[in-house]
């Protein structure tokens, strides 16, 4: 079976600057894969390249079918979900307002009752928050809002950027726990960039080591999480 | 479709956006700038000996224009204060120098400086209170000064001689200079359009323009850095209200008539058309657009006779399409497209 | 004390007119930072629309609803086919685009109907309406009422569906609502449209007060201008409000302050304003603007 997600060569430039060079990764059907890299290192890009917000070259195949150059609107549409650095909230509007929003490309609108209950169950306190503005969460609470509104869309496949970000490492493993379950109930495939290599690595399947756009080394999980370089260099020890 | 993060990084990469308000700080003017001025004043002092009266009246109203419009930008494109209301100080500036002339017989020559000056003062107080009002609070307080000129002038007839104006004999030109009455305007006009750019360009490459440059693009960061932003944004106002006095004075010696309605919102509204035709923050900019203003809507007038201003707007249009940062923005960009060509540096 | 009622009334009914206009202005600045200044001159135009239809027999409500209908799809597609080239060009640079219209609309108006001054029919019957001894103009009061039930309906609009939703959003948040797959130039074209619908309600609802002409609207989108700046011009709701505000405001002037009479009173009431807003810049019901280090 061919993977869910596969880039082939590819690039993504801002302006005369080209960020990516040359990469190559997938993500399989059900599967969790990172892309682990510095600050700088073009994991961003990387997302927004799969979701067609930067210029790119090369291939992209979503469920074996070319997707490069496609609208972002569009990508929507084909059950690309994407939780984006900075966590993109409607700060102005309220939570569940945020929540409806994610549903809106859906093309069934009948059960988003259902889904929204749902995602209430994996986020209790956005049920607590949901007449609230977007805007006055924590940053927690606004990852998870941003996590919950890809996840109502029911995507085939969940993009999240660095959801550890500047969150209290409690908080971290507990959005990390729902994407787990949610990867396991649901069947969503995910694929997370992530600085915060440890709780990747052991939440991911596959991994892949992403320096100054190029993709230095991957594997499993468990092998890339062995190696030395990584250890020394992503894990401190 | 293309998302607005990659189009946005894009441009601003090239370095063509700077900021979506306004044009990217650029103080010094470019070698192209430098030459085409140049150019420019020499073709200018051949100029009146070979055109008709009429003819050379509008161009001594393009040097004046140019000068209200160098005030104006001074105040828009550097300091990124938008005004609506520039037609009020150039009308403080004709009708000084009307009432000094008309009422109390002061030679023509002191008339150009004290409009500056009283204009000066003006701008500098209606700056104060306009320091708390942001963007278009500011374009509303000036719009509301800009529609109570006419009024007010008409309130105070027996200076300003109500909505009949005050008709001024035109000056003739001094120390027996063989020149007719348009030619000495039109040398004269030049003359302080000169004076006042280079004034200008001194101001502005210099401290001041950075400083007022800063406080435009982040003025939080320019009151971090030490910079007086009150009294930068204050004085910003009065010298583009002098600037605007002066050439409010000109054109009422060059018209030699001064009436309450033509100082009215169009006018301050023609101004800021100017500015952003010509290019924001340029030094070249106010020529650029002082011609437009001047003789675009005589073409629209010759194209159609019925409905000229709809030929103006759709000129307006066509040319925010062809040149989003007015034509010294497009000069600029056609300068580094074509040395970067010569150099063969074009990053792959 | 009826002077004074009877003075209020008619400036809520003017300040609706104003209201509604300012809510168009402050809808495309919502969405796009830019004050339109073409939105006057578009409904003077769809007014126009309006007033040769009936002058074609149809039926002032028919006319009514072909006009709103024109002037929405009319909105849509000056945005798309207009604005549109100039998205990310600086914002005065689409200023002055929205500037050109403005000029385009008045002399073509001019041109097709000429400058002469027409009259223009109210929907409401002529007989004044009596409360106690207070005598209320019928049009003040249908026009307050399409005003109100306009507002409301935009109000639902915006509020409960989800296409008003996606607007709101396009509007805050432009690359967000992309990721949700919100098409956000067809939000801005709305926006335009709806705005445009919007301003030719306002313009039918004021042409029987002020007569048709091609510049009867430039002094009401100064007072429209002006009610947005007052409500805060990030606010739909304090645009409305500042609308009522500055009608109110404006007959009052005109009427107790004797010095004012007609020919300063858009002065005064800019004053008043202005003075308003140094002591609160950012209007009445706004927001103040979180500026980015
Ligand atoms: N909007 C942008 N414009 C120009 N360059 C950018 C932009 N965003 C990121 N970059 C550059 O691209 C590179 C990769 O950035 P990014 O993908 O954000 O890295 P990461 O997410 O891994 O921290 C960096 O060198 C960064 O400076
Ligand atoms: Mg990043």
């Known amino acids: ?237 | 479709m293309n998302s607005e993060i990659s189009e946005t990084v894009e441009a601003a990469s090239a370095g063509e956006v700077a900021a979506r308000v306004s044009a990217p700080p650029r103080v010094t003017p470019r070698a192209w700038e430098v030459a085409g001025l140049l150019a420019l004043i020499a073709g200018a002092c051949l100029l009146p000996f070979e055109l008709s009266g009429f003819r050379l009246f509008q161009f001594t109203q393009v040097f004046v224009y140019a000068i209200a419009l160098l005030g104006l930008n001074i105040l828009t494109g550097y300091n990124g204060q938008i005004s609506l209301g520039h037609g009020a100080f150039y009308g403080i500036g004709a009708y000084t120098a009307a009432i000094m002339i008309d009422r109390w017989g002061v030679p023509y020559g002191w008339t150009v400086p004290v409009a500056g000056v009283l204009c000066l003062v003006v701008g500098f107080l209606f700056g104060l209170p306009a320091l708390r009002l942001e963007g278009l609070y500011l374009a509303l307080a000036t719009f509301a000064l800009a529609l109570s000129v006419p009024q007010i002038l008409k309130h105070f007839d027996g200076w300003t001689g109500g909505s009949q104006g005050i008709v001024l004999s035109r000056p003739a030109a001094p120390l027996g200079l063989p020149l007719t009455a348009d030619q000495w305007l039109y040398f004269l006009s030049l003359g302080v359009l000169l004076v006042l750019f280079m004034l200008g360009w001194n101001l502005l490459r210099g401290r001041t323009g950075r400083a007022l440059v800063a406080i435009r693009d982040n003025p939080i960061a320019a009151e971090a850095m030490g910079v007086n932003a009150a009294l930068y944004k204050s004085l910003a106002f009065g010298v583009s209200a002098a600037y605007t006095g002066v050439a409010g004075a000109l054109s009422a010696l060059a018209i030699a008539f001064v009436a309450p309605d033509t100082f009215n919102v169009f006018l301050s509204i023609t101004f800021l058309v100017g500015i952003v035709i010509g290019g924001l923050a340029s030094i070249s900019g106010p020529i650029f657009g002082a011609l437009f203003i001047q003789f675009v809507p005589n073409y629209a007038q010759d194209i159609s006779k019925a409905a000229p201003w709809a030929i103006y707007g759709i000129f307006l249009i066509v040319f925010m399409y062809v040149m989003p940062y007015g034509v010294s923005g497009f000069l600029r960009l056609a300068w580094r497209r074509l040395t970067r060509a010569t150099a063969g540096t074009r990053p792959k | 004390m009826e002077i004074f009622l009877q003075q209020v009334v008619s400036g809520l009914a003017t300040g609706g007119i104003y209201g509604s206009l300012a809510l168009s202005l402050v809808m495309i600045y919502q969405a796009t930072d830019v004050v339109n200044f073409a939105q006057g001159e578009m409904a003077m135009f769809s007014t126009y629309l309006a007033w040769s239809l009936m002058n074609h027999g149809l039926s002032y409500w028919l006319a009514f609803a072909l006009t709103v209908t024109v002037a929405f799809v009319g909105g849509l597609a000056i945005q798309r086919l207009i604005m549109r080239p100039v998205e990310n060009a600086p914002i005065l640079t689409i200023v002055i685009v929205t500037l050109g219209l403005l000029v385009i609309f008045n002399s073509v108006a001019g041109w097709i109907y000429s400058y002469i001054i027409q009259p223009f029919p109210s929907p409401f019957p002529t007989t004044a309406i009596r409360v106690g001894s207070v005598v209320f103009g019928p049009h003040d009061l249908g026009a307050i009422g399409v005003t109100l039930v306009l507002l409301i309906l935009l109000y639902a609009f915006f509020r409960f569906t989800s296409l008003g939703l996606a607007m709101r959003a396009a509007a805050q948040n432009p690359a967000s609502s992309r990721l949700v797959g919100i098409r956000v130039g067809w939000m801005l074209a709305l926006g335009w449209g709806l705005a445009a619908l919007v301003g030719a309600v306002a313009g039918m609802m004021v042409a029987p007060v002020i007569f048709l002409e091609p510049n009867m609207m430039s002094g009401i989108l100064i007072y429209a201008f002006a009610s947005a700046t007052l409500g805060g011009f990030t606010s739909p709701g304090g645009a409305v409000l500042g609308g009522f505000l500055v009608g109110v405001i404006e007959n009052l002037a005109g009427t107790y302050i004797s010095f004012i009479g007609t020919d300063l009173k858009l002065t005064v009431a800019l004053v008043l304003i202005i003075l308003v807003l140094l002591v609160k810049p950012s209007g009445l019901f706004g927001r103040a603007v979180v500026r980015r280090v």
């Open chain 1, 1 to 237: 079976m061919p993977p869910l997600l596969e880039a082939l060569g590819l690039e993504a430039r801002y302006g005369w600057t080209k960020v990516l060079h040359d990469l190559r990764f997938s993500v399989e059907e059900g599967g969790i894969t990172t892309i682990l890299g510095a600050n700088g290192a073009g994991k961003t890009t990387t997302l927004r390249a799969v979701c067609g917000m930067v210029k790119t070259a090369g291939e992209i195949r979503f469920d074996g079918r070319r997707i490069d150059g496609k609208a972002t609107e569009d990508l929507v549409r084909l059950g690309i979900a994407h939780a984006p650095e900075g966590r993109g909230t409607f700060v102005g509007l309220t939570v569940e307002e945020n929540l409806r929003l994610g549903a809106y490309a859906r093309k069934t609108k009948a059960s988003i009752a259902d889904d929204l209950d749902r995602i209430y169950q994996y986020f209790p306190v956005l049920l607590e928050r949901r007449r609230q503005l977007g805007g006055t969460l924590s940053g927690g609470e606004q990852q998870m809002l941003a996590i919950a509104r890809a996840l109502i869309l029911r995507p085939r496949l969940l993009l999240l950027d660095e959801p550890s970000l500047g969150l209290a490492p409690l908080v971290v493993r507990e959005i990390f726990r729902i994407v787990r379950t949610i990867n396991k109930e649901q069947g969503v495939s995910v694929l997370l960039v992530e600085q915060n290599a440890s709780m990747a690595l052991r939440l991911a399947d596959h991994a892949y080591l992403l320096e100054t756009g190029r993709v230095v080394m991957s594997g499993p999980s468990t092998e890339v999480g062995k190696d030395d370089s990584v250890r020394r260099a992503y894990l401190g020890y």
